[in-house]
Every structure is written in structure tokens, then in C-alpha cells.
């Protein structure tokens, strides 16, 4: 991202800078940014307890064996977005991404308002939000990615994750304050306007960026930005070209992708483990459906609360000082004490704090860790092999460990064999967390290096 300009601070900049180092000249950008973040997680959010509800009425066993549609939808899906990305403009593109999920939310809202219990509907929605929730994401930092530089990214990561996690704190807690009087459909219809929320902020993050691309393209022809916004369209806004499965291989062909992979994959077993957990504890220990959507809100509440304290205060400084590494090791160390502790105890309070305590983790850290990692590579790795690695390895993954999770209950007449294995898989991911931080941290300071 171009800085060109210099000014005074004012006061949102100074108010920015008491919680992370921003440059005043990237002010606008960070806002921009962290608004969009806060209406893309925020509308998601706000429905996730809906699907989880209606995980608890599907059962075990049949949302075990959605998430094969789900794994299987995932990979499909690589070759289409390779598609738009090869040939449309991202400020085309990204606005009606989010413009499709809201629409889609509206009609899915409509049909179940008409009749709730009509379970092959409500196995759909769950299918296609666990499929978009991680696309949405993805192409959010993926979009990020390319606006912001490798140093930026340490800087500023932290602080505009935690846009999204206040969004994240915001729609669960909208959620469970109107539940009870909209039911479950309204709360779909709330998740739609929000996502319109975030289609009004990508097109100001979309004008922002083609400024400053402008600008610099100004500056290197010694122009007015005027004479070079009207020779030709704002700087790199157009379709990347290439193969639209170039992300597939592009992963098969770079160790450092495969270990990017390999981490997701982990980190993917070890969340499955604990979600089937949490749905048959759940289950269990609440029998109405109303009470286990306000449960699930309110451990949203309570993870999204701890995270947007530590993405301000914490994510930022350990990136820039202890590195990556640090990051991607954190959630899995505790794992393995929560997997230990769940062989022993399990009851609600154990599985709702060990959930807690990875979703936290996850959106504090490691999430804006393995956002890092992408930061000095090309823009098509950007786009098309993150993708790849975001959605469909991480599906694949999860039909994986649901059927590995179904397999170890059925042998074991207790939670604890799960528990350990789960402990086993968190200790490995340990280890590729800090071997990829660690090769990522020391590629970023040779990089740094170079420059000086």
C-alpha cells in the first residue's frame, strides 16, 4: 500500500495509534478495512447459531455425513472462483460475493419462516454456510493480501481481525436478544442486511485502494493521479488470468505451501474433535432447541470478548516481536492440556471452556498467523492456492476427522480414547506450527534485511 502522503495526525489517528502503530497515511485503509471485517464475520456470526441448532436436531450421525457434501462442495468450488478470479475485476467481483450470500440468506429465511421443521432445507443451509463462511474469509485476507505489505501485515493484521471479531461479538449477541421474538428465520433475514453492510464498505476499500494505486502509479510517471485515472482502469483491478485449478498446483509443487496445508489440515482435525464433542454434550444437557441456540450465542459472547482484546493488544506486538512462530504454536500447546483435561472430565463446563479456549486462540492468533505466512508470496498464490488450502483442504479435512471421530466412538465406550488421540494430533500440530513460523520469520527478516 502506497503512503505518498503526509499530514497531521487527527484524532482517529491518534486514537488508532494508542492500540496499534499505524502510520497516519494507511488511516483511512485500516478503518476501511476493519469495518468491512466487522459486517463480513458480524452477519456470519449472527446465523452460526442457527446452523448449530440445527446440528443438534440433524444428529451426529447425519451432520457427520453432511460433511462429506460439505468437503465435496468445497472442492468443486476451487475451479469456479479460480474462474471469476482469472477473468473478473476483484471491484466487480468481491462486492457481489457478498451480494449472493444475502440474497441467499433472505430466500433460505423465507423458506424455513414457512415451515421450520423442514429438515432438507435445514440440511442445505448448513452445507452451503459451513462451504461460504471459510470462502468469505479467505477472499477477505486474501483481498488484504495485495493492499497491504509483508512488514504492514505484522503491524496491522492483529488490529483489523479484531474489526471482525467485534462484528463477531456483535451479531451472536444480536441474536440472543431477538431470537425469541423473530425465531430462527429473522435472524437469517438480520444476517442478509448485514452482508449488505459489508458490500457498502468493500466498495469503499475497493476506491480507497484504487486511489492509492493511482497514486503511486503517479508518482513513477512523474503524472497528476487525474492524467493517470483517466489513461487507463485503476492498477492491477482486473481478472488475475492463468488456469483456473493454477492454486491446486501451485500447493502440490511448493514444500512451503504443502506445510501451509499440512497445518490447516491439523488445525482442521483438532477443531472436529471438539465440535462432535460439543454436540453430543449439548445435546445431552439441553433439551430445547431455543435454549441450546441462546448457549451457543453466548459462548460466541464470550469468545469474541477475549479475542478482541487480544487482537488489540496482544496479536500486533507478539508478531512483531516474538514472530509467527509464537502465533502458530499458542492454541495448539493448550489443546493438548484441553484434550487431557476432556479424557477426564466430560461434562459441559469442560468441553465449553476447551471450545473457549481453541476459538479464541484461533481467531487471535492463529488465524492472523496464517495470514502472515501468504504476505511476501505472488498475488495468483494470493488468490487461487489460499483459497485451495482454505476451503477445500480444510473440508476435506473435517469429513476426515468426522468419520475418524465416528470410527474411535464406535470401538470405545468412552470419550477418552478421542480425547488422547485428539491430544496426539494437537502435539504435532505444535511442532508444524513452529517449523512454519520459524521458516516464515526468518524469510521475513532476510527479506528486511535486503531492503536496509
Known amino acids: 500500500m502506497a503512503n505518498n502522503s503526509a499530514a497531521q495526525p487527527s484524532l482517529l489517528q491518534r486514537f488508532l495509534s494508542r492500540y496499534t502503530t499505524v502510520d497516519p497515511r494507511e488511516t483511512a485503509t485500516v478503518v476501511a478495512a476493519f469495518f468491512l471485517f466487522f459486517f463480513v464475520l458480524g452477519s456470519y456470526f449472527a446465523v452460526r447459531p442457527v446452523r448449530e441448532t440445527f446440528a443438534t436436531v440433524l444428529g451426529r450421525d447425519r451432520v457427520a455425513d453432511l460433511w462429506l457434501y460439505t468437503a465435496i462442495f468445497s472442492i468443486a468450488i476451487v475451479p469456479l472462483y479460480g474462474w471469476l478470479v482469472s477473468k473478473v475485476r476483484r471491484s466487480v467481483l468481491l462486492p457481489w460475493i457478498y451480494g449472493f450470500v444475502a440474497i441467499m440468506l433472505a430466500l433460505i429465511g423465507v423458506v424455513l419462516g414457512a415451515d421450520e421443521e423442514n429438515m432438507a432445507v435445514a440440511a442445505f443451509f448448513y452445507v452451503w454456510i459451513s462451504v461460504l463462511n471459510l ?14 505489505s509483508s512488514d504492514q501485515t505484522k503491524r496491522l493484521f492483529g488490529f483489523i481481525a479484531a474489526g471482525g471479531t467485534a462484528g463477531a461479538l456483535v451479531g451472536p449477541t444480536m441474536t440472543r436478544l431477538i431470537v425469541d421474538s423473530v425465531g430462527n428465520s429473522g435472524v437469517l433475514y438480520m444476517g442478509a442486511i448485514g452482508f449488505v453492510g459489508a458490500i457498502l464498505c468493500q466498495r469503499v476499500l475497493l476506491t480507497i485502494w484504487a486511489r492509492e494505486r493511482m497514486g503511486l502509479a503517479a508518482v513513477v510517471a512523474g503524472e497528476s493521479p487525474q492524467a493517470v485515472a483517466a489513461a487507463a482502469p485503476a492498477p492491477r483491478d482486473k481478472g488475475l488470468g492463468g488456469n483456473p485449478f493454477a492454486g491446486i498446483s501451485k500447493v502440490l509443487k511448493s514444500p512451503y505451501l504443502l506445510s501451509i496445508a499440512l497445518f490447516v489440515t491439523l488445525l482442521s482435525l483438532v ?8 454436540l453430543r454434550i449439548v445435546e445431552e444437557t439441553f433439551a430445547d432447541r431455543t435454549r441450546r441456540t441462546e448457549v451457543f450465542a453466548n459462548i460466541d459472547i464470550i469468545v469474541q470478548t477475549l479475542t478482541i482484546l487480544s487482537q488489540v493488544f496482544l496479536t500486533g506486538r507478539i508478531a512483531s516481536r516474538l514472530g509467527v512462530r509464537v502465533l502458530l504454536t499458542i492454541v495448539p500447546i493448550a489443546m493438548i492440556g484441553g484434550f487431557l483435561l476432556l479424557s477426564a472430565y466430560s461434562v459441559f463446563g469442560v468441553i465449553a471452556a476447551a471450545l473457549i479456549a481453541r476459538r479464541w486462540g484461533e481467531y487471535a492468533f492463529v488465524r ?3 495470514e502472515m505466512l501468504f504476505s511476501q508470496l505472488d498475488t495468483e498464490t494470493k ?11 480444510y473440508r476435506a479435512a473435517d469429513y476426515v ?3 475418524g471421530k465416528t470410527a474411535i466412538d464406535a470401538l470405545s465406550v468412552s470419550v477418552t480414547a478421542a480425547a488422547l488421540v485428539g491430544a496426539a494430533i494437537a502435539a504435532v500440530w505444535a511442532v508444524v506450527g513452529w517449523l512454519l513460523g520459524r521458516q516464515h520469520d526468518r524469510a521475513s527478516a532476510a527479506a528486511k534485511t535486503e531492503r536496509q
Open 135 to 148: 470462502m468469505l474469509v479467505s477472499v477477505f485476507w486474501s483481498f488484504l493480501l495485495e493492499v497491504f
Open 271 to 278: 477443531n472436529t474433535f471438539l465440535y462432535f464433542e460439543q
Open 368 to 370: 492472523p498467523g496464517r
Open 383 to 393: 488468490y487461487k492456492a489460499k483459497n485451495f488450502i482454505d476451503v477445500p483442504v
Open 401 to 403: 476427522g468426522a468419520q
